[in-house]
């Protein structure tokens, strides 16, 4: 415990975070690629771990990634697959990707959008079809492309502070 300026006690523990998820200003959908967006929940430097929401109007792949971690996520609308394996996520499933998975994800024809929870831990490294590593995102480039995005539509860059831990 310690006390603040004010006298209070507090936990050593960082300040929680509870919002809508769903957000009502379109503007805190950070566009990734075309048809995509991510919504910050929580950006955790400290283990190098982001939770969101990937939001996904196109139908076709999205990516080939190579996760070092473990992810799991939790379809709220629509649904998705990875190629390399048999089943499908669909609105309402928990899926857990075990680390050292290389998966290409898929978004169906005649699904018009998805929107998945994602809890990701370190990184997801993009893959070609020959494997060769194309780029990686970890929460630092999140916050990097919430900083620039909420800058450029007017909710300030320190917009996504309220994310970070
Ligand atoms: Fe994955």
């Given at each position: 415990m310690y006390k603040d300026m004010k006298g209070s006690a507090h936990r050593l523990a960082p300040p929680e975070i509870a919002v809508k998820a769903m957000p009502e200003d379109e503007r805190v959908w950070v566009p990734q690629a075309e048809?995509?967006?991510?919504?910050?929940?929580?950006?955790?430097?400290?283990?190098?771990?982001w939770c969101n929401l990937l939001r996904v109007r196109r139908a076709g792949v999205l990516s080939r990634h190579l996760h070092p971690n473990p992810v799991h996520?939790?379809?709220?609308?629509?649904?998705?697959?990875?190629?390399e394996h048999d089943w499908v996520a669909e609105t309402g499933s928990y899926v857990f990707e075990p680390p050292g998975e290389v998966h290409t994800l898929v978004v169906p024809e005649d699904c018009p959008e998805m929107i998945t929870f994602?809890?990701?831990?370190?990184?997801?490294?993009?893959?070609?079809e020959?494997?060769?590593?194309?780029?990686?995102?970890?929460?630092?480039?999140?916050?990097?492309?919430?900083?620039?995005?909420?800058a450029e539509v007017g909710l300030g860059a320190d917009y996504v502070d309220q994310f970070v831990r």
């Open positions: 048809g995509v967006w991510f919504r910050p929940l929580m950006l955790n430097t400290l283990v190098g771990q996520g939790y379809v709220i609308e629509g649904r998705w697959f990875y190629r994602f809890n990701i831990t370190g990184s997801m490294i993009y893959l070609d020959a494997n060769k590593h194309v780029g990686y995102e970890d929460v630092f480039t999140k916050i990097d492309m919430c900083r620039a995005h909420y």
